[in-house]
């Protein structure tokens, strides 16, 4: 079952911009994780943010992590064409329990 | 390699057929995965297989049978599908520790006629 909405569901941008997409989710995580899918095709991971921590950066991303909101942010920066893509947020119990998505939001650059 | 890979990309199958959906991973990774995604929609969790046994079935219709032959190994069997089973399918696998990343095939479109 899915964890919850994902804001905006769709979000267009001009190529530099900064692009900021929400997630948020309703059962206690282990960990919560981004992921970007090309064109309807195998998702690819971005980054995992811990229960216990509130920030993290890679190269042009930047999660937040609020688990008294039960929710989560994605920042990419200085966005470019090939950004274009739907993004996931997935929350895990840990272990192999699988992934719980949200909605997604897809990010259209424009050049 | 930190690849997973998904044979046949694209399936097309009617309602009478029984078909096979294959994944291979050669990470040594112990869990491995099935999801399904409608167009439009996020993947959804079918299967879940740790060391090589069913561990989470997520209330799948008994016309998907999973099989892990080995640790590199995942299978999905289909058989008698509807044409609402129409999606992607997608094959994952991950380390299966606390906090470790899933690495996702590119997925079978299947299309039930």
């Known amino acids: 079952s899915q964890q919850g909405e994902e804001d905006p569901q769709a979000l267009s941008i001009q190529e530099g911009e900064n692009a900021t997409m929400n997630c948020s989710y309703k059962?206690?995580?282990?960990?919560l994780q981004w992921y970007r899918q090309n064109s309807g095709r195998g998702l690819v991971h971005l980054i995992l943010?811990?229960?216990?921590?509130r920030e993290k950066h890679s190269g042009r991303l930047r999660v937040t992590l609020d688990t008294s909101k039960k929710s989560s942010s994605l920042l990419i920066t200085a966005s470019r064409a090939a950004d274009t893509a739907s993004y996931f947020c997935?929350?895990?119990?840990?272990?192999?329990?699988?992934?719980?998505f949200g909605k997604g939001t897809h990010l259209i650059i424009q050049p | 390699d930190t690849e997973v890979t998904q044979t046949p990309k694209h399936l097309v199958m009617g309602m009478t057929n029984k078909k096979s959906l294959k994944c291979e991973q050669h990470?040594?990774?112990?869990?491995m995965y099935w999801y399904k995604q409608k167009a439009k929609k996020p993947p959804e969790l079918m299967f879940v297989y740790s060391y090589e046994k069913l561990s989470i079935n997520e209330s799948v219709p008994s016309r998907f049978s999973p099989e892990c032959p080995n640790s590199s190994l995942l299978n999905l069997h289909l058989h008698a599908l509807q044409p609402e089973d129409s999606a992607l399918y997608l094959c994952a696998s991950s380390q299966g520790g606390s906090y470790t990343e899933a690495f996702f095939g590119q997925g079978t479109r299947l299309t039930v006629v």
């Open positions: 059962t206690s995580i282990n960990n």
């Open positions: 990470m040594g990774h112990r869990a």
């Open positions: 943010i811990r229960s216990n921590e």
């Open positions: 997935a929350t895990s119990g840990g272990g192999a329990d699988g992934l719980t």
